[in-house]
């Protein structure tokens, strides 16, 4: 099988409707209903549509390809690709694509995918400086709390402060 050519991948992929600033800035999700269920549709298609060969060549390219194979290996829960997501965020490789990564470790809700989100929050939160305004803040504490469990979720002092936060709009 031959490798497709990244101009290609990022044509196909990234680029129809302006899809890798749309998973950035997340403005898919403040679309009315109709628009957020197209753009929904298109991501699941391609998602379902791309190899695995496709998604890994996304993932080595620039932060607009890698964002967008996050974001496809979520849809299509390519729960292969989990230890370089975690790589990704334990070695502090999320920048751009922290919302893609976050979104598809959810998707695969796995145990694992819980402690390397509740570790990312906790730095995150601990260490703003250094992590900036963490994409993916606002929507780790569900996904922790419902792979790790009321009890354990509940011990973490920066995690009940993150849930506190969501409702002021802090993170969003």
Not at 97 to 114: M, Q, T, Y
Not at 119 to 145: H, I, N, Q
Not at 146 to 152: I, M, N, P, Q, S
Request: aromatic share 10%.
């Amino acid at each position: 099988m031959t490798e497709t050519s990244s101009g290609d991948l990022f044509a196909r992929y990234c680029l129809p409707g302006n899809r890798y600033k749309k998973l950035l800035s997340g403005s898919f999700m403040r679309a009315d209903r109709d628009q957020a269920v197209q753009f929904g549709v298109a991501m699941m298609d391609d998602a379902r549509r791309a190899s695995a060969s496709e998604l890994e060549q996304l993932l080595q390219g620039d932060w607009r390809e890698a964002l967008t194979a996050c974001w496809l290996i979520g849809f299509a829960r390519e729960s292969e690709f989990r230890p370089e997501l975690h790589k990704r965020i334990t070695e502090g490789q999320v920048g751009h694509i922290g919302k893609g990564v976050a979104f598809a470790l959810a998707r695969f809700c796995g145990l694992s995918d819980a402690h390397v989100l509740k570790w990312y929050l906790e730095r995150a939160l601990s260490e703003p400086e250094k992590t900036g305004k963490p994409a993916m803040v606002s929507r780790c504490p569900a996904v922790c709390r419902g792979a790790l469990g009321r009890e354990a979720f509940a011990r973490s002092t920066c995690l009940r402060w993150a849930v506190g936060s969501m409702g002021s709009g802090r993170f969003h």
